[in-house]
């Protein structure tokens, strides 16, 4: 028989307790245990074993074969793709395009489903109607009738779904608009939120059927909801971007199947999500190629490497403080960098306006970017500009020295599939390195140095 007893759970990290106190001894909170209802096992610790003690050396290693989405750069940051009993937490701001990104899914899914015999998807929202959702499915192409709808914020007429169409898929948007009855707390609450977690990772091991869980984001970046959630997920991925550009980025910050280091990039469009397997173009501005005050670095995010254009516009002050203005860069950095080029040359000094800024939206707060900014910045202080082809990485030290950073064959490599003919990189990182054919590479030991080789008087 099932017992059940009240617990208290602190609705910011999930810690619980038998008994009632002011403040949470995990995560240090005030007034936030709240009175929840806990299920407990009978039977005891006495019990026998239901599950088998299998020795490691016959245990099966073979991972479990993982279908593809249909969008493979969400397949990339999966590891695989999507795994039968896996479930996958799909975080991000409002209005980022969860739900366009997964009914995209959802289609593309269904449709292969469809294909090879297996069953449909299961596709449950307590966010929007079902003709909400239809409305989308046209805007993006997803209408194929495997793809099954149902508008409920009862999460055990969900599981009753699944029962009867044997889903091979099902995706839960949003966990924070479900409830599981017999549960006490409001939907969107921390036992609420625990309760349809765990029981969407009951029906997916039990049918051995993937599930994807959408998941709201709170303010400052955190996942709404106990925090305990990301522990019993197997997948849990961040969908990123700003409101002014129409790029996203997934990210997992944990996955059972495969590196956290993936990227995935895509574009937001009136037709959806658009997958962008080759980002190069994306921020480079190409009228600014022979301009003074443009740079272009290779930045490294995860595994992937990213062309950054780093402009820089200066404008000469008449005493007082000038203004300094970065976007898409770190601004200490960018203040440091500043002070270093005015010691080592002389260039610019603080009553000068300078604005520093990345190209599309691109953010990097990597040291390596250090030379790109320095000479975009000393290009627009000489009104030169620096050659074309050429790329630049290294970290910029306070006394001008330039330090190596990590990644750099892979940035060579992408910078020479790119068809950039010239590399800029610390001399220190020189040494048993095999560089990329076809691309030169200028060894710089110093910002001064740098700044002489490129601007030659
Ligand atoms: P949506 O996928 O609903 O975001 P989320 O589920 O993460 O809250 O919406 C993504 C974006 O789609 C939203 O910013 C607005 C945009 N959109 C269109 O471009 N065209 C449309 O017709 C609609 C309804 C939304
Ligand atoms: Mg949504």
Redesign the pocket.
């Known amino acids: 028989m099932a017992k059940t007893k009240t617990v208290h759970v602190c609705s910011d990290c999930g810690w619980d307790t038998a008994k009632w106190q002011g403040q949470c001894r995990s995560c240090g909170a005030w007034g936030t245990l709240v009175e929840s209802v806990a299920h407990q096992k009978g039977g005891g610790s006495k019990a026998a074993p239901v599950s088998r003690a299998v020795p490691v050396t016959e245990v099966d290693a073979r991972p479990a074969a993982a279908f593809p989405s249909g969008i493979s750069e969400f397949d990339r940051v999966m590891g695989q793709g999507i795994t039968p009993g896996g479930v996958i937490l799909l975080a ?12 995209d899914i959802a289609a593309r899914f269904a449709r292969m489903a469809l294909a090879q015999g297996r069953g449909p998807v299961l596709y449950a929202t307590g ?2 109607t079902a003709s909400q959702v239809r ?2 499915a046209e ?1 993006i192409g997803a209408l194929t009738p495997n793809l099954l709808l149902v508008a409920e914020n009862d999460f055990d007429s969900v599981a009753a779904h699944v029962q009867h169409h044997n889903p091979s898929l099902l995706i839960v ?2 966990v924070q608009t479900l409830t599981v009855s017999g549960v006490e707390g409001v939907p969107g609450g921390v036992t609420q939120i625990r309760e349809v977690t765990s029981a969407v990772i009951g029906v997916a091991k039990s049918a051995n059927m993937p599930a994807i869980l ?1 998941g709201h984001v709170t303010k400052d970046g955190g996942l709404a909801g106990p925090r305990s959630l990301e522990h019993l997920v197997d997948v849990v991925c961040h ?1 990123e971007g700003d ?1 002014h550009t129409g790029l996203r980025l997934l990210r997992a910050l944990k996955n059972r199947y495969g590196s956290t280091e993936e990227v995935g990039c895509f574009v ?3 037709q959806g ?1 658009e997958e962008v397997p080759d980002p190069s173009a994306l921020f480079i501005s190409h009228g600014s190629e022979g301009r003074p005050g443009s740079a272009i670095a290779i930045a490294l995010d995860g595994q992937r490497a990213l062309p950054i254009e780093v402009q820089s516009l200066f404008q000469k002050g008449n005493g007082g403080n000038g203004r300094r203005t970065v976007s898409g860069l770190n601004s200490a950095r960018v203040s440091m960098i500043l002070a270093v080029l005015h010691a080592q040359k002389k260039l610019g000094s603080r009553e000068d306006d300078v604005y520093v800024s990345t190209v599309g939206g691109a953010s990097s707060a990597e040291p390596a970017m250090d030379l790109a900014i320095a000479l975009a910045s000393a290009s627009t202080m000489m009104d030169k500009p620096l050659p074309s082809g050429l790329v630049m990485m290294g970290e910029v030290g306070l006394t001008g020295d330039l330090r190596g950073c990590h990644g750099m064959d892979r940035r060579l490599a992408e910078a020479r599939r790119l068809g950039y003919k010239t590399a800029m990189i610390p001399a220190s990182q020189i040494g048993g390195m095999g560089p990329p054919k076809g691309l030169t590479i200028r060894p710089i030991s110093n910002l001064a140095d740098a700044i002489d080789t490129i601007f030659p008087h």
């Open positions: 991000g701001d409002p209005g980022v395009g969860k739900s366009t990104l997964l009914l966010e929007e409305l989308r805007r948007d949003s959408v969908f409101r937001l469009t009136g999500v």
